[in-house]
């Protein structure tokens, strides 16, 4: 079973970026789709971007298009998430989790983090 450990969350001024990073443990990794998704303060979680596990099709939620990127490295077992122009609202608990589509909608399973913390100030 895939094991992950997300980073790269922070304090961040509304429009700046960060660089989120998902470091998996097992040789399964490359097998999986990989996926983001975000939890803010007494919200649902919500999914956010994904990507083949080729790297070859990615996936976004509407409200990220054209300023979030997701990405992965299978020799480094890392999946990534550059986002630009955040915004406050935006502002959540920030995970990854392989990932499977059902119907329109992307579901994440098996293990999962204990996720970033991100935190965009107006």
């Known amino acids: 079973q895939v094991q992950l450990v997300e980073s790269g969350g922070g304090l961040v001024q509304a429009g700046g970026s960060l660089r989120l990073s998902c470091a998996a443990s097992g040789r399964t990794f490359s097998s999986y789709a990989m996926g983001w998704f975000r939890q803010a303060p007494g919200k649902e979680r919500e999914f956010v971007a994904a990507m083949s596990w080729s790297g070859g099709s990615t996936y976004y939620a509407d409200s990220v298009k054209g300023r979030f990127t997701i990405s992965r490295d299978n020799a480094k077992n890392t999946v990534y998430l550059q986002m630009n122009s955040l915004k406050p609202e935006e502002t959540a608990v920030y995970y990854c989790?392989?990932?499977?589509?059902?119907?329109?909608?992307?579901?994440?399973?098996?293990?999962w983090g204990q996720g970033t913390q991100v935190t965009v100030s107006s």
């Open positions: 989790a392989a990932v499977t589509l059902n119907g329109s909608s992307w579901y994440g399973f098996g293990s």
